[in-house]
């Protein structure tokens, strides 16, 4: 049952992603309050948006639609570390990061009318090398960190944060591709390995 492959987000990140697996989609962003709610935790949170991506984007988008929401958190402890209202919060962000360990977290949800919305949560753990102030105000001057989640782009300047990474390295950008590869193959929609 394969039909019109829908990405549910503004994400450029996720967009060179999804695009890695050769197939067609269109873009299109829905708007979901993507506010943790009370106690909730990192895995709960993200099943929660992505299904609410996954189900907004559905429903704006008709009924032939195949459609993939998406959220990523960094999780320090049970604390989410959304993207950072500022550079000093930023700042503050990653002096919580140096020489620990946290988790990212993807949930990944694939809307088909008529069927049961399909979550899955990919977890990487991530560890940071030891940063001096210098070193976290200077990436911090980049800008980059200002739209990420957890105030770091693993694939861009801040891969330099980062000593080691236990699971998949997409999850960390912010799609993990095994995952979308198996929901949408389970929809109908032939997802060739390149490997």
Do not use: W
């Not at 060179?16 to 935790?41: H, I, K, N, Q, Y």
């Amino acid at each position: 049952m394969a039909g019109r492959l829908v990405l549910a987000s503004a994400s450029p990140r996720r967009k060179d992603l999804l695009g890695e697996l050769g197939l067609a989609f269109d873009v299109r962003p829905t708007d979901v309050d993507e506010t943790p709610r009370s106690g909730e935790t990192p895995e709960v949170l993200v099943t929660r948006l992505a299904r609410s991506k996954a189900d907004a984007g559905a429903r704006a988008a008709g009924p032939d639609a195949i459609v993939l929401g998406a959220d990523t958190v960094v999780a320090i402890d049970d604390d989410v570390l959304g993207k950072p209202a500022d550079a000093t919060d930023a700042a503050d962000m990653l002096r919580r990061l140096t020489r620990r360990s946290h988790r990212v977290l993807t949930g990944v949800a694939v809307a088909v009318a008529g069927r049961p919305i399909a979550v899955e949560v990919v977890t990487t753990h991530v560890a940071f090398r030891s940063l001096t102030p210098d070193e976290i105000d200077a990436y911090v001057a980049t800008g980059e960190p200002l739209d990420k989640a957890g105030a770091y782009g693993i694939q861009g300047h801040g891969g330099a944060l980062v000593a080691s990474i236990k699971g998949p390295y997409d999850n960390v950008v912010g799609l993990p591709l095994t995952c979308v590869r198996r929901l949408l193959t389970a929809t109908g929609i032939d997802v060739s390995d390149p490997d």
